[in-house]
């Protein structure tokens, strides 16, 4: 079945340290997106790309790290220098298409944890 | 930007009933999303609409885009509707990206049987 894979579930880390979350999709999708959940909030965009290659910064890109060097793969890192880290993190996808916009396919998310 | 608002934020149900929940939004769209998130946090695609009506099994999305307003229907609601739903518009013209994508806060939806 095709989806996204987002890895791991939970992630736990002491505050200083970078730490990359995985995400892989089997959709042959073109674009892919970072989504932080806070609680009480909307989704926020943190990067986004639309193409092997490429990347965009979101609306809350400041302390964070892309690559998409394959079109399967989109990892994030949080690093050191993002202020608030704990958060829920979503990966998604959607072809890129029509002027409508596409349906999103999201992964499970990870809840990541710095203390 | 867009703002996005929902209503209710939190909802409580018997099975059975028929729900409604609402987005209303600031600016003109060219699409709505309705999204269903699940109490362990993966975020499932309804609905995705630009005007009038669309239907899937027992859900209900319909769009108004004169007074900027979305509504989200289910009929004989059931517990394993119990989740959280996410109304997101997608602002400006053509050039379709998700990145246009502005998220309301969701609204809690509990189905007691």
């Known amino acids: 079945d095709g989806g996204i894979t987002q890895s791991p579930k939970y992630l736990f880390r002491k505050e200083g340290q970078n730490v990359t979350l995985s995400c892989e999709q089997n959709?042959?999708?073109?674009?892919m997106y970072w989504y932080r959940q806070d609680p009480g909030q909307g989704l926020r965009l943190i990067y986004y790309?639309?193409?092997?290659?490429?990347?965009q910064k979101g609306d809350i890109a400041e302390g964070y790290s892309v690559s998409r060097e394959k079109k399967e793969s989109f990892p994030l890192t949080v690093t050191s220098a993002q202020k608030n880290p704990t958060a829920f993190y979503l990966c998604?996808?959607?072809?890129?298409?029509?002027?409508?916009?596409?349906?999103?396919?999201f992964g499970n998310g990870t809840r990541l944890t710095v203390t | 930007k867009n703002e996005v608002e929902q209503s209710p934020q939190n909802l409580t149900a018997q099975e059975g009933e028929f729900i409604t929940i609402n987005c209303s939004y600031s600016?003109?769209?060219?699409?709505l999303h309705w999204l269903q998130q699940h109490p362990g946090g993966g975020i499932v695609s309804l609905f995705m609409?630009?005007?009038g009506k669309k239907k899937h099994g027992r859900l209900i999305a319909t769009i108004n885009i004169q007074e900027k307003h979305s509504s989200l229907h289910i009929t004989a609601s059931h517990p394993r509707d119990s989740a959280v739903y996410i109304c997101?518009?997608?602002?400006?013209?053509?050039?379709?990206?998700?990145?246009?994508?502005?998220f309301g806060k969701g609204t809690l939806l509990t189905v007691n049987p």
């Open positions: 998604a996808s959607s072809n890129r298409d029509s002027s409508l916009g596409s349906p999103l396919h």
């Open positions: 959709l042959n999708h073109d674009a």
């Open positions: 790309s639309q193409i092997v290659n490429d990347f």
């Open positions: 600016v003109g769209i060219s699409a």
């Open positions: 609409l630009s005007s």
């Open positions: 997101a518009v997608r602002s400006g013209g053509s050039g379709g990206s998700n990145y246009k994508l502005t």
